[in-house]
C-alpha cells in the first residue's frame, strides 16, 4: 500500500517580492524609453531625407529652367535682354515661369521661397563669372538651404548646385583666342 505524505514547508512564499516587481517594471520602462527615442529619431531621419530630395529637385528643376531660358533666347537675350542675367542683382536671382504671350521660364531678382515646399526652404542662383569671359559663357551657383525637422532656423541644412552655361553660337573673331 502506496502513502502519501504531504510536506509543508514553513516561510517560503510562492509570489514574486515587491522589489523584484519594482526591478521588472524599471526594466521594462527603459526598453520602452529607448525604443521611442529610436523611432522618433528614425522618424526624423526619414522626414530630412524626403525633405532633403524634394527641395534638391526643386534645386534641380531651376537649373533646368536656366538651361531652358539659354536655349530659348539669343546670348544678347539671355546676357541683357529685359530679364537677362547681367540685369539680375549680384545677390541673386531664381527662375519663374513668365505669364505673357509665351509661357517660357525667365530670371527673376530674389530668393526664392514660395516655390519651396519644404519649411524654411530657400534657394538662389548667383554668377561670379568675369566680364572678360561672359561672352563665352557663365558660371552659376545654386545654392539652397532648409530647416529639418526639430532642427534651429539659425542651422539650416544647405547645399549648392554649380554649373557652368557656355555660348552655343559663339563665334570668336578671326585671329582672336577662342574660349577658354
Not at 522618433?40 to 529637385?57: C, L, N, Y
Not at 561672352?135 to 545654386?142: E, H, I, K
Not at 542651422?155 to 552655343?168: C, F, G, W, Y
Request: proline share 6%; aromatic share 8%; hydrophobic share 40%.
Amino acid at each position: 500500500m502506496l502513502k502519501l505524505k504531504t510536506i509543508f514547508l514553513v516561510g517560503e512564499e510562492s509570489g514574486d517580492t515587491l522589489i523584484e516587481v519594482a526591478i521588472g517594471l524599471t526594466i521594462l520602462g527603459v526598453v520602452l524609453v529607448g525604443s521611442t527615442a529610436i523611432a522618433s529619431t528614425a522618424f526624423q531621419m526619414g522626414q530630412t531625407a524626403q525633405d532633403r530630395t524634394q527641395i534638391s529637385e526643386t534645386a534641380q528643376e531651376q537649373m533646368e529652367a536656366l538651361r531652358s531660358f539659354r536655349d530659348n533666347n539669343t546670348w544678347a537675350n539671355f546676357e541683357d535682354g529685359p530679364n537677362g542675367i547681367d540685369t539680375m542683382p549680384a545677390a541673386g536671382f531664381h527662375m519663374e515661369l513668365s505669364a505673357g504671350a509665351t509661357t517660357q521660364w525667365i530670371p527673376v531678382a530674389g530668393t526664392l521661397t514660395s516655390g519651396v515646399t519644404v519649411t524654411g526652404g530657400s534657394m538662389v542662383i548667383t554668377t561670379n563669372t568675369p566680364n572678360a569671359e561672359r561672352d563665352c559663357g557663365y558660371n552659376f551657383v545654386l545654392a539652397y538651404s532648409f530647416i529639418p525637422p526639430g532642427g534651429s532656423p539659425y542651422r539650416p541644412a544647405s547645399s549648392q548646385i554649380e554649373t557652368r552655361l557656355v555660348n552655343l553660337q559663339y563665334d570668336p573673331t578671326p585671329g582672336f583666342a577662342s574660349c577658354p
